[in-house]
């Protein structure tokens, strides 16, 4: 499999037919497969070691699915019971998914077993980490529940593994404030933002 994977190779060998059958008017395989694909060339995944790969949000699977393509080891997490429509589509793309809701009460579910290489949260929706309301729009009395549900997601990854999130930065440029991503992280590691990029690498043993 070529290194440099495109929206098209990610889709071959899917039912494209059924695929586009679960599609809304706001979802289309060409987009997010493209989006998919291009975050595996900016963590250069078609150049590493095979790594075991987390991706929390992984709605139609197609991140997890191009990872697999890529050699790796690739499991999504996402809340099935709001969007049974996942189940299908991760089904048809040929990837596993835990089903699960994350929440500060509840980072990852029970069947998440073990240590990561690379958790990634990309476009992650903010209300998820609680279950309590919160009202829109979510402003910076957030940050406590989302700073301790990533911090508990962090202790997944192996020494030197990375957590790698996008955030919708427009709306929440808040979360984006490396004081607070720093302090969180305290000396585990090194935290690095570059736009709506988030990055927490785990120091080496
Ligand atoms: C905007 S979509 C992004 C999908 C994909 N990561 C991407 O970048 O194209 C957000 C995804 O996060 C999932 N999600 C939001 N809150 C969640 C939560 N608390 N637990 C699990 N999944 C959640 C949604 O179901 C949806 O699949």
Partial sequence: MNSRLTATDIVDGVNLRKLRALESKFTHWQTYA?????HTRRLRLGASKPLRVLDLGSAFGYFCRACTLLGHDA?????LAVAPVYRVATGLLGVYVHAHRV?????????VTGLYDLITMHCFGLPCCSRQEFKRPIGAEFWPVYAETISQIL????????????????RVGWLCDRMK?????GDRGTGSIEGNI????IREG
Avoid: C, N
């Fill in 34 to 38: 493209a989006e998919a694909a291009g």
């Fill in 181 to 185: 991503w720093a302090k969180m992280v």
């Fill in 198 to 201: 988030v990055q927490v690498k």
């Fill in 155 to 170: 202790r997944r990854l192996k020494p030197g593994g990375l957590f790698d999130s996008i955030i919708h930065y427009d």
């Fill in 75 to 79: 499991e999504g997490v996402d809340d």
């Fill in 103 to 111: 929440s500060v009460e509840k980072p990852l579910p029970d069947t």
